[in-house]
């Protein structure tokens, strides 16, 4: 792979978000829950019904998960993976034992199979860890006095990603559709493309509530302008590296320039400034190639 060799994305991430990470469950309305530290984040949802979790960290960091839900008692009931990485599916392989997995038929197919062959490896996921639901557009659960709504958003960080709403509560989990204040991951070889990323976060923009609470699959819990200065970054970053590629600047000539100091605090240890040129630069020639 041109971004990534086989086998170190989960090495990255592990250097990335440390799974020794201390978790910390902060409250985002009655009912919903997130819990931060190392890998991706995860949404709670809690009540009478019992619990249920947007996706599950890493396989190590199962045990700490449950510890800071033992506030709650008892454990998961519902896991919605919002894609197949292993820092937001790894724990399914602990907490699967109790629980029902919802996933995009994507996610299903990629963690029952490992990865495609030519590309980047993927360890299959034992049958514990498997999505029970698969879904093609949308699904909905009715749980703790909320109605959490599934959607498939094609094509954008993975070809399996779905946004999570808890609409009563107007917090939505966008998973790694949303990098709040990073560079994202946009994972070429499975489907992801920055252009229809971009789209996505247009829509999502002009589909949520002015007020609405959203947990990003990496950073802090953000605003809706924290996403609107996303979708800026995604736009003005893109737009740059086409201009000087269209102009006949090599790869190597368009890092060697950079992206200016504006989106310099945006670089970190998995995506830097570099790396996400690169992302770019290659995303917009798969895209000039699907149009020929």
């Known amino acids: 792979m041109r971004l990534l060799n086989a086998r170190t994305l989960i090495a990255a991430l592990l250097a990335a978000g440390p799974a020794t990470a201390e978790l910390s469950l902060s409250q985002l309305s009655d009912a919903v829950y997130v819990l931060q530290g190392g890998g991706g984040n995860v949404g709670v949802c809690v009540g009478s019904d019992g619990i249920l979790l947007v996706d599950a960290k890493l396989a190590s960091q199962a045990d700490a998960v449950l510890a800071a839900l033992a506030r709650f008692a008892g454990r998961p009931k519902y896991i919605f993976n919002t894609h197949f990485h292993a820092d937001h599916t790894g724990g399914n392989r602990a907490l699967g034992q109790h629980a029902t997995i919802l996933a995009h038929a994507n996610v299903r197919k990629r963690l029952a199979t490992g990865g495609e062959f030519g590309k980047r490896f993927i360890e299959a996921a034992p049958a514990v860890a498997l999505p029970v639901i698969a879904f093609e557009q949308s699904a909905s659960a009715f749980f703790n006095g909320e109605e959490i709504r599934a959607v498939h958003f094609p094509h954008g960080h993975t070809d399996g990603d779905i946004a999570v709403f808890f609409v009563n509560a107007q917090i939505a989990h966008l998973g790694d559709l949303f990098f709040n204040g990073l560079f994202p991951f946009v994972d070429l070889e499975y489907g992801g493309d920055v252009e229809t990323l971009t789209q996505h976060i247009a829509t999502l923009i ?9 947990i990003p699959g990496h950073g802090p819990v953000a605003t809706l302008d924290d996403l609107k200065t996303y979708h800026r970054m995604l736009v003005e970053t893109t737009a740059s590296v086409r201009t000087r590629r269209s102009a006949g600047m090599s790869l190597e000539q368009i890092s060697a320039e950079g992206l200016g100091s504006q989106w310099a605090s945006w670089e970190w240890s998995f995506v830097p400034a570099q790396r996400w040129i690169e992302t770019v630069y ?7 190639k699907g149009s020929d």
């Open 206 to 214: 002009d589909q949520l509530p002015a007020d609405a609470k959203i």
């Open 282 to 288: 290659w995303s917009l020639e798969e895209g000039e």
